[in-house]
C-alpha cells in the first residue's frame, strides 16, 4: 500500500455525543507522524446508534444551510489529496504531459471528441481530467458528491483492513465557483457514461483544497469550521449495516456506476453473497 503518514491521536478522538448537536460535539484535530496538524474538525462513529444519529444531524443540517458536498474515503489515514499529487509527491513530474499523453491516446475513443483540442485553458483541461478520472485516470482532481449516501458507499463499497473509513464535508459556497467558469470546484459538462450524474458527482482542483486549508487554519467561528471541514470516522465493523442500508435506499455498484462496469461489480457482489449463503447449508 501507499507509504504515507499516519495519525498519531487517533485514540484520543471523541466519539459522536448522542445527546448534543452536530455542531456542539467535541472535535478534534488530527495530527500526523510527520508533525503536520491537520485542520479539519474530526469525529469518530463507532456504533449503529451513533451512525444513525449522524444521518439526522447532517439532514438537519442541510435543511438549513443548503450546499453541503461529501467526499469519501476508504482509508481514513488518507490525506485530502488527489491520487495523482499523492503518487508524484516530491517528484518532477508535470501534470500537463502527463494530462497531454491522455489526450493523444484518447483519440478516436471517446464520444465527446471535442474535449480534445487543444488548449491552454484550464476550463477544458478540467473537462478532460474529469472525464478521464471517472475512467480511471490519476488526475490532479478530487471526486466529491453532493449527495452523502453516495460519498458513503465510496468510502465504504471496496473490502478493506482499516480501523475507520471516512467522510469528509464541506461547503460549495466556500470555493471560488468564480465569475468565470473556470473554479475550484466545479460540474464537469461532459458525462460520457453517466456515472457523473449518477453519482451526483463534482470536482474540487488541487488549488481549491489548498484554499481550504488556508482559510480553514485560522478561522476563528466554531460554527464555520464545522459547517466546512468536517471528517467523520466511521468504524469498519458497520461495513455491512451500511452497505445493507445503502442497497435499501438504491443505492449499490449498479446505480453508481451505470456502465458495463457497474453491471459486473453488482454480479460479482451477488455471486459473492450467494457463495456466503451457500456455506450455510448442509452440503449434499
Known sequence: EKSMSKLTNLKEMHFINRKKPLSDQNFQLEIFDDGLVGYYQCIKVKTLKQFEYLLKEILLNEKKYQGFIYRGQADSN???ESTFQRETKGKCVDPYSHY???RQLARGKLAEQSLLQKTQESEYINELWAVGQHLGLKTPLLDWTTNLYVALFFAFEKEKKVKYRAVYRTHMEFFNVGGSYVSECFVPY???I????AQQGLFITQTGIAT???TMSTEKDHLKKVLCSTKFYIANTL???ILAYLKHIGIRFETIYPDIQGAILEANDRLKKDIERAKSYPQG
Not at 194 to 197: M, W
Open 100 to 102: 497531454e499523453n491522455f
Open 212 to 214: 481550504l486549508e488556508d
Open 190 to 192: 461532459a458525462d460520457p
Open 194 to 197: 453517466g456515472r457523473i450524474s
Open 239 to 241: 461495513r455491512d449495516e
Open 78 to 80: 488518507w490525506k485530502l
